[in-house]
């Protein structure tokens, strides 16, 4: 592409992946999520070209790139490239004043991994161009058309959680994320002695995909059923373990199990940022142990590879806990290892992992890191 040859980026954006401590698919049944982002990220380099509306968009990171004109957005056939004309799409709604811009993005979030790479893509683009053409939008509008852009231009029907992790972070914090009413608290976590560490099964999953459709469908068959006693009843948020048993004879066992998953879900995020509070980090690992049962067993969106991982982190005395994180179907284990032990359970891990399933694991550690921002 052509304008890389003197390229000189007026603005230097980077935007964050994220983990979710505890509350996985609880954002689009309108509950609690505890997320933070992370510090590897992708870095936007813009420059305005001086055109009415020619863009391009290159990505160093797979050497691809693309042409577009800001008075014909469309759906592309290349996945990636609708992640940025979705949200021009919806820039385009709130707005005039984009012009023609040349965008540079690299990335060190591995993809397919569970971190969010789709709604870091969609933040640091309506982050650069927020800054770099003046357009006034607040944080949380560059969180809610990201999270519109995925479900029309992607296809995916995702929660607010992930742009919102990306966008709204706090070095040193997790957040307290109710996705119904959007009111959010920042929670100091320190696991001082232990480390966060992602185990990248390598399995990649499509977010795109039917399972995840799949799995709010279930559960939104879930809330008419229990509308039909209790009326009152909006989302999975609004149900507990009276009314969800009230209503099981009623559901498919499918179903029930998948409800029952949120309910419990919703009430783990609680208990986390008591046990946060309170610095228990015994009980912190006890919740993600619980939590990786019930998103293999009653939401059944793991894998055999997540699941060998988290029951290998069991025989280590040196682990306080651990389960899959992200959407599902492969992606990170999130684990809680004692600094000391890291090495060595890294070490074990990718030696079992290598003898069972043949793979490479990757590990790396994460740190609650701070939202999207200007380099």
Same mark, same amino acid.
């Given at each position: ?59 160093? =990171? !797979? ?7 800001? &008075?014909?957005? #469309?759906?592309?056939?290349? %996945?990636?490239? +609708?992640? *940025? ?66 479900? =029309? !231009? ?7 959680? &992930?742009?919102? #992790?990306?966008?709204?972070? %706090?070095?040193? +914090?997790? *957040? ?200």
């Amino acid at each position: 592409m052509q304008f890389l040859e003197n390229f000189k980026p007026e603005l230097v954006i980077s935007s964050p992946g994220r983990i979710n401590l505890i509350g996985e698919h609880t954002d689009y049944n309108m509950g609690y999520v505890l997320p933070t982002a992370i510090e590897k990220n992708i870095t936007f380099s813009f420059k305005k070209n001086g055109s009415e509306n020619q863009c391009h968009v290159y990505s160093k =990171t !797979y050497d691809t790139g693309f042409e577009l004109n800001l &008075d014909k957005i #469309a759906v592309s056939k290349v %996945e990636w490239e +609708n992640y *940025i004309l979705g949200v021009l799409n919806e820039i385009s709604k709130r707005t005039d004043k984009v012009r023609g811009f040349d965008c540079i993005v690299e990335s060190n979030l591995p993809t397919g991994s569970g971190l969010s790479s789709s709604a870091a893509l969609e933040c640091g683009l309506a982050f650069g161009l927020n800054e770099i053409f003046d357009l006034g939008l607040s944080k949380i509008e560059m969180v809610q058309l990201s999270q519109t852009a995925e479900h =029309t !231009y992607v296809g995916t029907q995702c929660g607010i959680m &992930d742009q919102f #992790a990306s966008v709204m972070s %706090e070095a040193g +914090n997790v *957040i307290l994320l109710d996705c119904r009413s959007l009111e959010y608290k920042h929670i100091p976590i320190d696991l001082h002695p232990y480390k966060i560490i992602l185990l990248n099964t390598k399995v990649s999953h499509n977010l795109a995909s039917s399972e995840y459709n799949t799995r709010k469908e279930e559960c939104e068959q879930g809330v008419a059923i229990i509308q039909k006693k209790y009326p009152n009843v909006k989302s999975l948020r609004d149900v507990n373990g009276e009314i969800l048993l009230a209503s099981k004879k009623d559901m498919s066992p499918i179903v029930y199990n998948r409800c029952s998953f949120i309910v419990k879900e919703n009430d783990r995020v609680l208990e986390m940022v008591e046990a946060l509070k309170q610095n228990n980090l015994e009980e912190v690992g006890q919740i993600l142990y619980k939590a990786h049962d019930g998103i293999s067993k009653e939401y059944e969106v793991s894998c055999p590879e997540s699941d060998f991982l988290v029951d290998f982190s069991k025989d280590n005395a040196q682990v306080l806990g651990a389960r899959q994180t992200g959407g599902g179907f492969g992606g990170c284990t999130l684990n809680i290892v004692h600094e000391s032990a890291v090495g060595d359970f890294v070490s074990a891990a990718t030696k079992a992992y290598k003898d069972k399933f043949d793979i490479t694991l990757e590990a790396f550690e994460v740190r609650p890191s701070g939202g999207t921002s200007i380099i």
